[in-house]
T-cell receptor, first 113, second 115 residues
């Protein structure tokens, strides 16, 4: 039982390049989330998916797209990376029957130069 | 819009001291409140989750309380150890305004426990 896994752990991009961050969970959770964490800003929600086939915008969705590929996987895509997207990205999934407790992945550190 | 504030932003204590971290939130219509620990360069580890109907939760040396009406939660750490050094984050899951799936985070308290 790996919980929430993310790939890659680190990535450096040049401005304008694109990439996809991958996330998978093995806890059979319906809900999944993408956050970014920046110094002094805390964690902010980018997108979330309440169930397979649905996605919704969070606080800071501009410049990102997401795909809920199946129940296990939720990917985040940067189509044209900008230096302002330099951040640590966390994926999370949520137990959605009783406690709605969220579980986080280890994060992806992205630098855009 | 829910806002979560954590005070202090940083705290340094000697080993063995009991300490309290504070979290306040502006909208009392919450489903639950979750305390996380984050070590440098790592992800978030869930410590305690308090449902809106509960007053407190305990795990080992940690005790979290919730006063929904005043919009406050505290995380009490007993007999602190150097291994407790980390950033502690408070997050609230709102139950109003169609935001049932959204966690709002505070900016965290950086705790340093000195040997």
């Amino acid at each position: 039982n790996a919980g929430v896994t993310q790939t890659p752990k680190f990535q450096v991009l040049k401005t304008g390049q694109s990439m996809t961050l991958q996330c998978a969970q093995d806890m059979n959770h319906n809900s999944m989330y993408w956050y970014r964490q920046d110094p002094g800003m805390g964690l902010r929600l980018i997108y979330y998916s309440a169930s397979e086939g649905t996605t919704d915008k969070g606080e800071v969705p501009n410049g990102y797209n997401v795909s809920r590929l199946n129940k296990r996987e939720f990917s985040l895509r940067l189509e044209s990376a900008a230096p302002s997207q330099t951040s640590v990205y966390f994926c999370a999934s949520c137990e959605d029957r009783d406690t709605y407790e969220q579980y986080f992945g280890p994060g992806t550190r992205l630098t855009v130069t | 819009k829910q806002e979560v504030t954590q005070i202090p932003a940083a705290l340094s204590v000697p080993e063995g001291e009991n300490l309290v971290l504070n979290c306040s939130f502006t909208d009392s219509a919450i489903y639950n409140l979750q305390w996380f620990r984050q070590d440098p360069g790592k992800g978030l580890t869930s410590l305690l989750l308090i449902q809106s109907s509960q007053r407190e939760q305990t795990s080992g040396r940690l005790n979290a309380s919730l006063d929904k009406s005043s919009g406050r939660s505290t995380l009490y750490i007993a007999a602190s150890q150097p291994g407790d050094s980390a950033t502690y984050l408070c997050a609230v899951k709102s139950s109003s305004g169609g935001s049932n799936y959204k966690l709002t985070f505070g900016k965290g308290t950086l705790l340093t426990v000195n040997p």
